[in-house]
């Protein structure tokens, strides 16, 4: 293993906490590298599911020492719902660690979201959970970070600096009521006690766990084409979810990266604005929607459905290199006829087998088919991929054999037991 990265090879949800939970039990780190409170990862054992937000899902065993990397943007507000939420569940919240880097979403970057995404024109989807005005302070460079949250005088310093800038756009351009930074200085200096105990420096911390080679798995969010640079911008998120991210987001040089692990649903989901070219807005994707349970984790929206888009997938298996590919929910596609599958686009009256990540072009890209038999038996019972139907195994070689990355991994269900090893 040694240094392991999890990406989202769609729109993002494509069961990475599972995936990621799996890998953990060899791990001795895992670290979350992207993304903020906008996450949402299940993870299901022994009958209870756990949901993670901003902490690694890795947490849950307890030989991982579990790491919020630089690279992350956290909401200290969201943080002690979801850690007063694990708490209960009886998770050890010892072995968390969080970066001095880390980037601090902040009452008005929640409150900006919120109201962009309150007009109508322009409008992203965002989850509304303030990650673009946080990313885009960290770029403007008045962002808060946790190192700054540990002094009180430089937090104070800060707040009332990025106040002067913010309080005036909160106010006269969306009309809505400016901040007060006393009262967010306070409400932050208690914040800064409660984490103090996790605050370390994560890249030393990780390089030299890499020198001791010691096993570090990656936890990507969101996905491939959602990130802000490679995704299908404008209506991306704005991180960097793609492999590259992980060595961003973590301190880790690129040359220790030695597994890529791409993760990828049977079929496809979106939430959110923005084109979606095998989008299925009938009763077939109805179908998908309420076999995959297909609601949002962090916002409860219903998640757009479609077939599975082969052209994104190479794209994103070339954008990540990927090493080797996890399919996940296939039990959700048991019992259709035939199964369609996009192997091009129909792009200004040419056909091609390269991904065009520019909105406005997407989104007159035709997907072109290829149709494959389905299987009408339930799979969520089966461990080996001797015992799946016969048309399952083709519908996972015709994946493999399109990109080509090997599929090592394939899940069945939620639970860490319904996964079938393939090497
Ligand atoms: P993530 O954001 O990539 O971690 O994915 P989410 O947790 O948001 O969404 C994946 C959902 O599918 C979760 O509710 C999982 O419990 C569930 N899930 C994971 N693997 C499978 C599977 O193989 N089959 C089914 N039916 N559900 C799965
Ligand atoms: P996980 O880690 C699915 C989407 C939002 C929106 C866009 C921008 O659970 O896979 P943002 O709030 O990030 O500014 O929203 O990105 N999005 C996700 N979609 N899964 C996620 O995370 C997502 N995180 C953000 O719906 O379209
Ligand atoms: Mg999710």
Same mark, same amino acid.
């Given at each position: ?16 906490? @599972?995936?990621? =939970? ?9 670290? /979350? ?54 708490? %209960?569940?009886? #998770? =050890? ?8 880097? #880390? ?17 109508? %024109? ?5 989850? @509304? ?22 002094? /009180? ?42 984490? /103090? ?13 890499? %020198? ?14 959602? =990130? ?69 984790? &962090? ?14 997938? /190479? ?15 296939? =039990? ?19 056909? &091609? ?33 001797? %015992? ?21 991994? #394939? ?13």
């Amino acid at each position: 293993m040694s240094v392991l990265v999890v990406v989202g090879a769609q729109w993002g949800d494509e069961a990475k906490g @599972k995936i990621v =939970d799996l890998f953990a039990q060899r791990a001795r780190y895992v670290v /979350r590298y992207a993304g903020g409170s906008n996450a949402g990862h299940t993870v299901c054992v022994n009958g209870a599911t756990y949901k993670f937000h901003l902490i690694p899902s890795g947490i849950l065993h307890p030989n991982v020492i579990a790491v919020v990397g630089d690279g992350v943007v956290m909401d200290l507000r969201a943080f002690g719902i979801e850690a007063a939420a694990l708490h %209960e569940q009886g #998770v =050890d919240l010892s072995r968390l660690r969080i970066g001095r880097g #880390v980037h601090l979403t902040m009452p008005y970057h929640r409150l900006l979201d919120e109201l962009e995404e309150a007009q109508i %024109e322009g409008r992203i989807g965002t989850t @509304k959970r303030g990650i673009g005005p946080t990313y885009a302070d960290k770029a403007w460079r008045i962002g808060v970070r946790v190192a700054d949250l540990m002094e /009180r005088d430089r937090l104070a310093q800060r707040i009332q600096r990025v106040l002067q800038r913010r309080n005036p756009t909160i106010q006269r351009v969306y009309g809505a009521k400016p901040l007060n930074a006393n009262e967010l200085i306070e409400e932050f200096t208690h914040y800064a006690e409660q984490i /103090r105990p996790y605050v370390c420096d994560v890249p030393h911390l990780l390089m030299q766990a890499a %020198e001791r080679s010691e096993p570090i798995v990656m936890e990507g969010a969101q996905g491939t084409l959602l =990130d802000l640079d490679y995704g299908t911008y404008p209506y991306v998120t704005s991180s960097h979810p793609i492999a590259a991210g992980a060595c961003l987001g973590t301190g880790i040089a690129p040359n220790r990266l030695t597994e890529i692990w791409g993760v990828a649903k049977a079929y496809t989901t979106r939430v959110g604005e923005g084109p979606f070219p095998t989008e299925l807005t009938d009763e077939i994707g109805d179908r998908i929607r309420n076999r995959g349970r297909e609601y949002g984790t &962090t916002t409860g929206r219903a998640r757009r459905v479609g077939w599975l888009d082969l052209v994104a997938l /190479r794209y994103a298996a070339r954008v990540n290199g990927f090493t080797a590919l996890a399919v996940t929910l296939l =039990d959700v596609l048991s019992g259709f006829e035939r199964l369609k599958v996009c192997v091009a686009y129909r792009y200004n009256d040419a056909q &091609t087998r390269e991904f065009i990540a520019d909105a406005p072009a997407l989104a007159r890209c035709e997907p072109v088919y290829a149709e494959l038999h389905g299987w009408r038996e339930e799979i969520d019972h089966c461990r080996t991929l001797e %015992e799946l139907p016969t048309n399952a195994r083709a519908y996972l070689n015709f994946i493999e054999e399109h990109i080509s990355v090997p599929i090592r991994l #394939v899940s069945v269900g939620p639970s860490r037991e319904q996964t079938i090893q393939c090497s």
